[in-house]
């Protein structure tokens, strides 16, 4: 119920008498036809206020007829444009065009109406279309498509080519002299008419038939619609290959309505004392009898396809609305995340044997069904058995009209599409409407988005008195005011007060009179680092200078957002002599290191930029030289498998790992010869008490698939199974000596454990710390997405159904601390799924904003990233190759080559316009503007 975003209602039902069987029909905002007799057209004049209003109207007027075919009428179609009157028949002899207004106008003064003979003798025709200002025709003839005008009788071009029936060809509007054609012989044709050439020839790319077509023209896409019941959508930009963008089947978005609930049967009881093998095998030929009688159910075929967008001028006011605002609207208009990326939205109406399918173009979701099954009022008579033709007319770009008939009934049903309106209750979703019935339901709907807008990344609500994120690794000794305002501590160790010593002096207490309380650590940046404890006040002061300068230049410094996808091959790396897979691959904040988690239980620190020279770190880095440029990193080695996941603090001096061996490691890259802290028991580090030794000393019993810092450095997040862990910990940060180096007074504890008692295992996660954030995204390989509140402490909301297989990957809009977005800019982040393409959802509306597909992602998780601007998103593939998409658009800009194997994960860089790749050959690919 979801992903019902319309109102679908029957507006009006048009009664005929004669053949039943019509072949073919047509539709305009005023008028219906069909065919009435063999060589006979009907045209009926539709309510245009009723259908404005949305009312329903049941037609049973004499209707007028149209006649001069000496044949059976083959096809029908309208002219288009707004206002467009014209109307083309066709039959084996002849193809009339009329104009209808004149017609009825020729009628009421008692006068027979006649037509304008275009062609003559071309022979049976299975489909004609209008040009955009419908002074041309495409007429489908056989295996071939002609090109006619509508003032004269005359065939200016002849495509030929096609093997069999050519079954749809329309003229695509962004380039007039463009002809789109589809046949029976499972391929299409791209058709220059001006300069006489074939621009492009598919191979079969089907099994079955192509039967429909419709071009989207704003968005530059056609689909194809198949006899068995797959609609594949094609890229017409230039340059592009012409490629399949997405593939789906209609009977996944209408099997569930046209199925039903199934009735219990009436019977009796049965109690069996048979053998368990034998009632097994008589439930299994049960079960198959069962299966072949709902196999028996009305086909899937396509039988019609319609673009349904806004129109020409409305997308001209929003591409200037849009270029004077940039990518996101500013702060002030605050609409919707998903509208200021996507545009207008446009959807794909697909008309089936069976149903009819609305169908988010952005997002591929199903926004709008129904079911010819069930009964469109309460009476049985208003109920299409089989659908066999099928024609739309888009009244305005919020409101949709579409005929439909079926070959054993003598109506005409006109359903009305409306998505200004909200979606109806089952119940009632083909009842009249009034003026007041939806109000109810409107309202409804405006609530449930306002709940939704209250949930966000950005942290605007105060910390709750019992929130998470206010534990302490130690509790809080309590103070009491003394009379004279000096607070002492109550605590069996404050009993010794400060005295003074001398005479007219006081000395500063040793402290051993106060109970001891840890100092949790604040990450400072821009503070140098000193080689040693003891230094002269000119180099610090010198070194400070040198800082504060540093950090300036740095803070002017910005991302270029209007910089060109970073496509140019730079840089490749290689981190190891042998092939070792990488898993991960992770940028500071600040852009300086990037952290490549390898399969062998090691984790490279690379210095950047990664193609050129810089200071050389302490730790004994690697240095290996490649296409005359030195990569320098460091090794951490100390996880006993193969390390799944890395995160750097904010400051970018410490590195969080996980791996494979039930362990979490914290690493600092000044000293990175031991970790600084091991985290694998559940509980803390603590020295545990006598008497829960055994329930303290717990340790994860399966692998750590995910590490990460969380709200500014003060928590981190573990993942192990089903559970989310959150844990507050202490760095020890002074210097080691030779008698402190083998002693670790890092500290951690659990605050909170967040268990998934319907999924086996969390299979990803994401959180914000670059700012306060008190969000944190889970998905679990029930393939929903859990979204936790840890100011509350509990899951705010679980999206079902996020995608067909679990969610590996999950990537937030973080930008960085070079580019600035509008707040609802961050409530977008990405899901990606094997065979299931990426997916754009926006947190607020709880809704999938955008589905990119066209990498190939078939068995092996790939990771994906948004860029710092918010205008590229990047994936890896299994088709050594990672792609570039706009985020605007379905359909990928660029595909980089140039890898010897999957590629695993891919990050921007969060100052420079700059791509990184891993491969599981071990390998980083550079990319950069220029």
Not at 153 to 177: D, M, P, W
Not at 191 to 211: E, K, M, R
Not at 530 to 553: A, I, N
């Amino acid at each position: 119920e979801g992903n019902r975003l319309m109102q679908a209602c029957l507006s009006s039902v048009v009664h005929f008498s004669g053949n039943s069987s019509a072949a073919c029909v047509a539709l305009t905002e005023r008028y219906c036809a069909s065919i009435s007799t063999l060589c006979n057209i009907s045209v009926w004049s539709l309510d245009a206020e009723r259908v404005s209003k949305r009312r329903f109207q049941s037609i049973d007027e004499k209707p007028l007829v149209l006649s001069g075919h000496s044949s059976s009428v083959l096809t029908l179609a309208f002219g288009g444009g707004a206002g467009c009157t014209l109307l083309c028949s066709a039959c084996v002899h002849f193809v009339f065009v009329w104009n209808v207004e004149r017609c009825f106008t020729l009628k009421q003064t008692g006068l027979q109406p006649k037509a304008t003979i275009i062609s003559s003798g071309q022979g049976s025709v299975q489909c004609v279309s209008f040009n955009e200002d419908s002074k041309k025709i495409a007429a489908c003839v056989g295996k071939d498509v002609l090109i006619l005008k509508t003032q004269c009788q005359k065939v200016e071009i002849v495509l030929e080519g096609h093997t069999s029936l050519v079954t749809a060809a329309n003229f695509y509007r962004q380039s007039t002299e463009w002809i789109v054609s589809v046949s029976e012989d499972r391929t299409f044709k791209v058709w220059d008419i001006v300069q006489g050439v074939l621009v492009y020839q598919s191979s079969i790319v089907s099994a079955s038939p192509f039967t429909c077509l419709s071009i989207h023209h704003r968005e530059c896409q056609f689909a194809v619609g198949s006899s068995d019941g797959k609609v594949r959508v094609y890229d017409l930009t230039v340059g592009n290959g012409f490629r399949c963008v997405r593939d789906f089947e209609v009977s996944r978005f209408i099997s569930e309505e046209c199925s039903g609930e199934e009735e219990p049967r009436d019977g009796p009881t049965v109690i069996s004392s048979r053998p368990a093998w034998k009632l097994a095998e008589e439930s299994q030929l049960t079960a198959a009898a069962d299966e072949r009688e709902s196999n028996t159910e009305i086909g899937t075929a396509v039988i019609g396809l319609f673009y349904w967008s806004v129109s020409q001028e409305e997308q001209e006011l929003y591409s200037q609305a849009a270029t004077e605002t940039g990518i996101f609207y500013p702060p002030d208009q605050q609409p919707m995340a998903r509208d200021a990326i996507c545009g207008q939205t446009s959807f794909l109406v697909v008309v089936t044997q069976s149903a009819l399918v609305a169908i988010d173009c952005h997002s591929s979701q199903r926004v709008c069904d129904v079911s010819f099954q069930k009964s469109l009022l309460d009476s049985d008579l208003l109920k299409i058995v089989v659908a066999s033709v099928v024609a739309f007319n888009a009244i305005s770009s919020d409101q949709l009209q579409c005929v439909v008939h079926s070959p054993f009934q003598q109506s005409l049903f006109i359903l009305h599409l409306d998505r200004t309106q909200p979606p109806l209750e089952p119940s009632i979703m083909f009842t009249p409407l009034s003026g007041s019935e939806s109000l109810d339901s409107h309202s409804t709907a405006s609530k449930g988005e306002m709940s939704f807008a209250f949930l966000t990344v950005l942290s605007r609500e105060p910390l709750v008195s019992e929130s998470p994120l206010k534990a302490e690794l130690v509790p809080k000794v309590k103070t009491t005011a003394t009379k004279r305002g000096v607070s002492k501590h109550i605590s069996s160790r404050s009993a010794i007060k400060d005295q003074p010593l001398t005479f007219h002096s006081k000395v500063k207490s040793s402290g051993y009179s106060s109970a001891p309380r840890m100092k949790m650590f604040v990450p400072k940046t821009g503070i140098p680092s000193t080689k040693g404890s003891t230094c002269s006040h000119k180099s610090t002061s010198t070194s400070l200078k040198s800082s504060t300068r540093q950090s300036s230049e740095e803070a002017k410094r910005q991302y270029p957002v209007d910089a060109v996808p970073p496509t140019h091959l730079k840089a490749s790396v290689s981190l190891s002599d042998k092939p070792v897979a990488i898993t991960k691959i992770k940028f500071s904040d600040d852009g300086h290191r990037l952290a490549c988690c390898l399969s062998d239980g090691t984790c490279h620190c690379l210095k950047t930029p990664l193609t050129g020279n810089g200071p050389i770190l302490r730790g004994k880095p690697h240095i290996k030289t490649l296409y005359s440029t030195r990569c320098i990193w460091i090794s951490l080695a100390g996880h006993n498998g193969g390390v799944t996941s890395a995160s750097w603090s904010h400051d970018g001096n410490w590195l969080l790992t996980g791996s494979s061996d039930k362990a979490a490691r914290l690493w600092s890259v000044r000293q990175p010869d031991n970790p600084l802290m091991a985290v694998s028991q559940i509980q803390h580090n603590f020295k545990p008490s006598v008497e829960k030794v055994a329930a303290e000393a717990e340790r994860f019993s399966k692998e750590i698939t995910d590490a990460q810092f969380f709200y500014v450095d003060k928590f981190f997040l573990l993942v192990s199974g089903n559970s989310l862990y959150l844990y507050k910990y202490y760095i020890d940060s002074e210097k080691p000596d030779d008698v402190r180096r083998y002693q670790n007074n890092s500290r951690y504890k659990l605050v909170k454990r967040f268990h998934q008692e319907a999924a086996q295992q969390i299979t990803a996660i994401s959180c914000v710390n670059e700012f306060h954030s008190y969000i944190v995204l889970c998905g679990g390989s029930n393939k929903t997405v859990e979204v936790y509140d840890m100011n509350a402490g509990r899951s705010a909301r679980t999206m079902k159904d996020v995608h067909c297989r679990p969610v590996h990957c999950i990537s937030q809009n973080k930008g960085s601390a070079f580019v600035g977005h509008p707040p609802d800019a961050y409530d977008l982040f990405l899901t990606t799924a094997v065979t299931d393409g990426i997916k754009l959802w926006d947190l607020r509306s709880d809704k999938c904003v955008r589905h990119y597909e066209g990498h190939a992602n078939r068995f092996h998780p790939v990771g994906t990233a948004i860029s710092p601007c918010a205008r590229f998103i990047g994936t890896g593939s299994e088709d050594k190759a990672a792609y570039l998409f706009d985020i605007r658009s379905p359909s990928h800009l660029h595909k980089l080559l140039g890898h010897g194997d999957i590629i695993s994960d891919v990050a921007f860089h969060p100052l420079h316009s700059q791509f990184v790749t891993s491969s599981a050959n071990g390998k980083l690919n550079v990319y950069a503007d220029l």
